[in-house]
């Protein structure tokens, strides 16, 4: 934990109103100023005790900190740096270690989670048994989504009218396999939009998961990084925020490795929304007359400050109407794996953006983020409210362009 | 049976904090050149809890410490190691809100912004607006009686706070309300920085929002001009809801933090805000522009829309800790000094800067002669912690001997408490002393603060030889 970068905390206490665990607890060791005080307690020499682990355990890892601190302290580099030290120094009970195995080793693997799929019918029946068991095995079978139809994509989706340019597209773990028309939304759009899309096949997990875990991604970086230098494309476009705030970090990851450092920075990395913006809209949008809640995904607003370019791409689709989310900054309680470790404080947080959705009187939600769409549906479920449903903003956009508003 | 046996009887186990390591998070506020590990926190969330923690304190014969967010910058939460800390951050809601009576009451845990939020789509606000509103607890603001930008049209929290339910230093529960005969205890609890007892209920007043709010951010070539401004404004009569300034060094910080993008090569900024009927305001406006162009400035931008304003403000409101982006460390400082000694003092901080090679930014409350200089230093640098120090205390050395005080509204706290006798004589201290006796006569109020010198109550104050009008 590096002395330098905690060093530039003034302790002014900023960061706690936007902390999702300090507006559930309202203590000092369970808001950003309070656990970068633990990190220097560290270094000083305390142990990483059970009580020290748990409150950094507890971080969601949203980064609303980073995005509220007016001194610039790099709060996402200091939990990155701290949670393979809690994975070190920390023993966890044998229970918790099992289910941490049962998590890792299934998905960053999409060919895994395709095999368990269909089983996730069973699941909501399942989760109460489940959760006896574990209630990390309880919020599992809790969040995943319906079983739905998986067609393979092209490798290649060629642009329609002029090319403009030629991208690379991530098709994720969890994106992949439970929202696969996510990601043919993102390949038509970018398709009518005049991009060549390159989809290499065999894809697999970008690292996010390990990373913002404490685990090992450096070969997750490394591979994902081959495959789409192989594939001949220098830009790669993500649809799911998680994805690419770890992607952006890849220089970083490999950081250690000079080589492997130059060919993560000479691969540029995307959200979609960010490119979309940045590559100018010429696609003819069709109305879609519908109002939508936008949700900012933590990893994409705080972690990547893509805040204005989905709302922007929203509000140039004729005769809709975007709606804010009061608390947008605040986390849904997903958070990568947090729902499923810390399933009682994200249940809360779910619960608590439930309930701000639901406020918003939208016909439709906006969520660029597979692991929000799975928390915040599973929350309006459990407040046995009326489901809004949720939608990526690519497929808003394909529904646009594609001209299927009169459809629905 | 000791203090920690009894508060486990009386809360979950995860209300009482024994833990070390969790108990070291809570050793400073945001001022952290003072630290201390108090003896055990808890987290009550109700007056009662509060009553029944201060009890058996009282009990014990143990201090208490109450403590909001922790952002103060004065110390005022510093723990005691051998005293409970209280910490309200659990009690946050906001119990009622009176739109005919313009008024709520909040818990003391609910941050000074809540209150705004809950009815500004009513068109209501709560007026005092310090720059950590975002976070700062209205319970802390009771306590230290704070200020911020637009204090000076409307008010400190004095002039905000309707009545109060506190917890006396022996545990008993009290309202006290502006409405009541006699004594204004009101008055006297509204900064009475925690030695007095806890405030656990609070009715605020709530004020209509303006018809019309305008912005103007004007650059000069430097602080004596945007000085002569300020005086040329409030001279024409002019009641602005806010005029804030920073010199140059405040400006690239918060540039550095925010990007607020404030004109680079000014040497000082001015921000006039002028509220009310929209007629008032643009005649004023017309008039604020016309005296900066005529005392200097050169640039002049009024905010179109309230994204602009915001952005205006997020400059200055980001200021303090912005500052963290261009020097290592740095001492938030607190002065009043009169308006018209505004250019002498400045001057004289200049002197300073220049004597001891110590960098001081400049961020002021300029409407009401309130000062924010930050003393910047590099605390691995051996000896420039303590020239910082000496900068910092000179600085206060300037305002006093300018008429001024030592602080607008951060408050004495621990930090200051060594300062109090350069600006009030003993017979003013022993005076400060009675009062707090009366609330608090076993001292364990948080003890510590404000005073110089601790004393107990049953002490008597000193006799000066040949001082007329004693009553010892």
């Known amino acids: 934990m590096d002395p330098e970068l905690i060093k530039d905390c003034v302790h002014c206490g900023f960061c706690l109103p936007t902390c999702p665990t300090y507006l559930l607890w309202g203590e000092e060791m369970d808001s950003p100023r309070g656990r970068i005080h633990l990190m220097a307690q560290y270094n000083e020499g305390a142990e990483m005790s059970p009580e020290m682990a748990g409150h950094f355990d507890a971080c969601l890892g949203c980064m609303a900190c980073v995005t509220a601190c007016p001194s610039g302290v790099q709060y996402d580099k200091l939990i990155e740096h701290t949670r393979p030290v809690v994975e070190r120094e920390h023993t966890r009970e044998p229970r918790d270690r099992a289910v941490r195995a049962l998590v890792f080793a299934l998905f960053p693997y999409p060919r895994r989670l395709r095999l368990v799929k269909p089983f996730t019918r069973l699941n909501r029946r399942l989760a109460p048994f489940l959760a006896r068991v574990h209630p990390t095995l309880g919020a599992l079978a809790e969040l995943t989504p319906p079983r739905s139809r998986t067609r393979p994509l092209p490798s290649l989706v060629r642009a329609r009218g002029r090319r403009r340019a030629r991208v690379g597209l991530l098709t994720g773990c969890v994106q992949g396999a439970f929202f696969p028309d996510v990601n043919r939304a993102t390949a038509r759009v970018l398709a009518l939009e005049g991009c060549d899309v390159v989809i290499p096949p065999g894809q697999g997990c970008c690292g996010a998961l390990s990373l913002h875990s404490g685990y090992d991604a450096h070969k997750f970086a490394k591979r994902t990084i081959e495959t789409f230098e192989k594939a001949g494309v220098d830009t790669v476009v993500v649809n799911a925020a998680g994805c690419g705030s770890s992607m952006k970090d890849y220089a970083d990851v490999l950081a250690d490795d000079p080589g492997w450092r130059r060919r993560a920075e000479s691969l540029k990395v995307r959200d979609l929304a960010e490119y979309l913006v940045e590559l100018g809209p010429v696609a003819e949008r069709h109305p879609l007359p519908m109002t939508v809640a936008y949700h900012d995904a933590c990893h994409l607003a705080h972690a990547q400050g893509v805040r204005a370019q989905p709302r922007e791409l929203l509000e140039g689709i004729p005769d809709l109407k975007v709606r804010e989310i009061a608390e947008s900054a605040i986390c849904c309680g997903s958070a990568g794996t947090y729902n499923l470790f810390q399933p009682a404080p994200a249940r809360e947080l779910g619960e608590r953006k439930a309930a701000r959705v639901e406020e918003t009187g939208a016909d439709l939600l906006v969520s660029a983020n597979p692991g929000c769409t799975m928390q915040i549906t599973a929350a309006m479920r459990r407040l046995g409210r009326p489901v809004m449903p949720v939608a990526h903003t690519a497929q808003v956009l394909d529904a646009s362009l594609r001209g299927l508003g009169a459809v629905r | ?472």
């Open chain 2, 1 to 472: 049976m000791t203090v920690i046996d009894r508060l486990d009887a009386l809360f979950p186990p995860d209300r009482v904090i024994t833990d070390p390591v969790r108990l070291r998070t809570y050793e400073c506020d945001g001022l952290t050149y003072h630290r201390a590990t108090p003896m055990v926190v808890v987290l009550p969330e109700t007056t009662e809890e509060i009553a029944a923690v201060v009890k058996v304190c009282a009990e014990f014969g143990v201090p208490f410490v109450a403590r909001g967010s922790g952002t103060g910058l004065s110390g005022g939460a510093l723990p005691r190691s051998d005293g409970v800390l209280i910490v309200t951050s659990r009690m946050r809601r906001i119990i009622s809100i009176d739109l005919d009576q313009r008024r709520a009451v909040v818990e003391p845990g609910v941050t000074n912004l809540a209150i705004t939020e809950a009815v500004r789509d009513r068109g209501y606000y709560y007026a005092p607006d310090p720059s950590s509103q975002q976070i700062c607890s209205i319970g802390g603001n009771v306590a230290e009686n704070s200020g911020g930008a637009h204090c000076l049209k409307y008010g400190f929290t004095v002039n905000h706070v309707l009545a109060l339910e506190v917890v006396t230093p022996n545990g008993e529960i009290m309202e006290i309300s502006e409405d009541d005969f006699g004594y204004d205890l009101l008055g006297a609890f509204v900064g009475s920085e925690g030695t007095l007892g806890i405030a656990t209920k609070i009715t605020v007043r709530l004020m209509r929002a303006p018809e019309a709010v305008t912005t103007l951010l004007a650059a000069f070539p430097n602080i004596e001009a945007g000085g002569q401004a300020v005086s040329a404004i409030v001279g024409a009569g002019i009641v602005p809801a806010a005029i804030e300034m920073m010199d140059a060094l405040a400006i690239e910080a918060a540039e550095a933090a925010v990007a607020c993008g404030y004109p680079p090569e000014a040497g000082a900024v001015l921000i006039v805000e002028l509220d009310g009927p929209a007629a008032e305001v643009e005649s004023q406006l017309a008039e604020v522009i016309a005296i900066c162009v005529g005392t200097g400035s050169f640039e002049q931008r009024v905010a179109a829309s309230a994204d602009e304003r915001a952005k205006i403000w997020k400059g200055r409101k980001s200021a303090f800790a912005a500052v963290g982006r261009i020097s290592p460390a740095y001492i938030v400082q607190d002065g009043v000094v009169p308006r018209t000694s505004l250019g002498e003092v400045l001057a004289g901080i200049d002197a300073l800067q220049v004597e001891f090679g110590i960098r001081v930014a400049n961020v002021f409350h300029a409407g009401d002669g309130n000062l924010h200089p930050l003393v910047l230093f590099d605390d691995t640098a051996p000896g420039e912690g303590h020239r910082a120090e000496i900068v910092s205390g000179r600085i206060l050395d300037l305002c006093i001997l300018h008429g001024g005080s030592i602080t607008g509204e951060h408050g004495v706290g621990v930090d200051k408490a060594r300062y109090m006798p350069r600006m009030f004589t003993d017979a003013d201290l022993d005076t400060m002393q009675r009062v707090r006796c009366a609330f608090d006569p076993g001292g364990r109020s948080n003890p510590g603060k404000v005073f110089p010198t601790p004393r107990l109550c049953g002490e008597v104050p000193r006799v000066r030889k040949g001082s007329p009008g004693e009553i010892f």
